[in-house]
């Protein structure tokens, strides 16, 4: 088995932002990682290797997904229910992954 654990961490930002971390542990050479890539938005990093986050307040509908590629892609979304995307969404900040 190539992954024998993940685990994800969350923490607030002084800017009202979020750090998440990540650290999946498994089999030296059993993990398929994508090339690095420049820095950018892409859409279909669900399937392949990435971490994601899906952030919603209590009682409310609409959520956010957050999918986060060592390659360096990354994708947000914003939906107003479930799987109903507001296809306008653009986040106001570019996320900064580090791979280690």
């Known amino acids: 088995m ?20 990540y650290r999946v542990r ?4 059993g993990l398929r ?8 938005p892409a859409d279909g990093l ?7 986050v899906f952030i919603a307040a209590d009682e409310q509908a609409g959520y956010r997904e957050f999918n986060f590629s060592p390659s360096g892609q990354w994708a947000a979304y914003r939906f107003t ?16 992954i580090d791979l280690q």
Do not use: S
Request: aromatic content about 6%.
């Open 2 to 21: 190539a992954v024998t654990g993940i685990e994800a961490r969350v923490a607030p930002t002084a800017d009202g932002g979020l750090a998440l971390r």
């Open 46 to 52: 669900w399937q392949h290797t990435c971490c994601e």
């Open 26 to 29: 498994g089999t030296p050479g």
């Open 33 to 40: 990682l994508p090339a690095p890539l420049p820095p950018g």
């Open 81 to 96: 229910g479930y799987r109903e995307p507001d296809t306008g969404f653009m986040p106001p900040a570019a996320p900064q």
